[in-house]
């Protein structure tokens, strides 16, 4: 790369940055709330809701159109300043999150929609039908793990931008759907407690969405997951494991890294299945020689917690770090 393009990299990516030290890149600190205004949004969770989703998507956003969302900003930012009630404060934000997405009017929302961006065995659906000019149908469809959640409700038309509210059974709970100009959905819900009614243990319905007749992601492994570093451990571990690798896969629905209580320097992480934690799960520890260790936690047709124990190793006890792992479950056999 020359220097000319090196600078101007430098100084766009500046730019952005103090793009992004200006308001409304920062959500409302309500501890710092001193105006009319400030005030009147932290007394709303529905406007502290909104703030945030302004200002998620002018950050996602202000990169891609520095200029023209810099000059925006200052007109918006007047304009909701003007208000003298918290409907006009509210229409403001919707309005200002609609010119962000630059949200198209006549978007076609009819199909079924899928959200792209959900963790591995966590997801969303969304069907939508009756659109109109200003409303269309929702039945949405989300899980994670085991657990699953439904609701259904009218969408209405704010500008660009679509508002799900008085969901059925979940009194307070607000959907917001954004289109975006490359055809895909932005959908974010309220997150002061009225939505984990429908969605409860981790489940969400925000994210990226995609229009298409069934999921669209790619079957995951446990290498794009990141569980495993590159593609030889992942070949070694394939090989270990056989066809059991794949449950591997549907047991890391949440994972996270974990001691090496042998203290030998390897890498150790935990996988859970939502909802299921006490019955399906998984340890998996290996080394930069490509030394593995699995033990794997599932309930058999009793429904007793059965433990399977794999290894590359052919001698050995089980190291301390899967035996304190396998101690956290009752009713087991021993490892084979």
């Known amino acids: 790369m020359s220097v000319l393009k090196r600078c101007m990299t430098f100084t766009g990516l500046l730019f952005s940055g103090l793009l992004l030290l200006a308001s409304p890149a920062r959500a409302m600190d309500c501890l710092r709330a001193t105006t009319l205004i400030e005030n009147s949004i932290c007394s709303q969770p529905q406007l502290l809701w909104l703030d945030r989703v302004l200002t998620d998507s002018y950050i996602k956003m202000i990169a891609q159109q520095p200029q023209r969302l810099e000059t925006w900003r200052k007109k918006w930012i007047a304009d909701r300043n003007a208000c003298a009630s918290n409907t006009c404060i509210r229409r403001a934000y919707l309005q200002g999150i609609s010119d962000i997405y630059q949200s198209d009017h006549q978007f076609d929302w009819s199909g079924e929609w899928w959200n792209s961006s959900a963790p591995n065995g966590s997801g969303g659906r969304l069907m939508i039908s009756q659109q109109s000019e200003w409303g269309f149908k929702i039945n949405g469809e989300v899980w994670a793990g085991v657990n699953r959640g439904r609701f259904s409700g009218d969408a209405n038309r704010w500008y660009g931008i679509w508002l799900v509210n008085n969901i059925p059974f979940a009194s307070g709970c607000s959907v917001l759907l954004m289109p975006r100009t490359d055809g895909k959905v932005e ?150």
């Open 187 to 336: 959908v974010s819900s309220n997150d002061d407690g009225h939505c984990r009614l429908l969605a409860p243990q981790g489940i969400t319905v925000d994210g990226t969405y995609v229009r298409a007749e069934e999921d669209p992601r790619p079957a995951p492994t446990l290498l794009s997951l990141g569980i495993l570093p590159n593609a030889e451990l992942d070949k070694a571990f394939r090989e270990l494991t056989g066809s059991e690798y794949q449950a591997y896969v549907d047991t890391a629905n949440s994972f996270v890294y974990s001691n090496d209580l042998d203290e030998m320097g390897a890498t150790v992480l935990t996988l859970w299945v939502k909802g299921a934690a006490n019955k399906q799960a998984a340890v998996i520890m290996y080394t930069q020689d490509h030394q593995i260790w699995a033990m794997r936690a599932f309930p058999d047709e009793k429904r007793h917690v059965r433990i399977h124990y794999l290894t590359t190793e052919k001698s050995g006890p089980v190291p301390k770090t899967l035996a304190g792992w396998r101690s956290v479950y009752d009713d087991t056999q021993d490892p084979d």
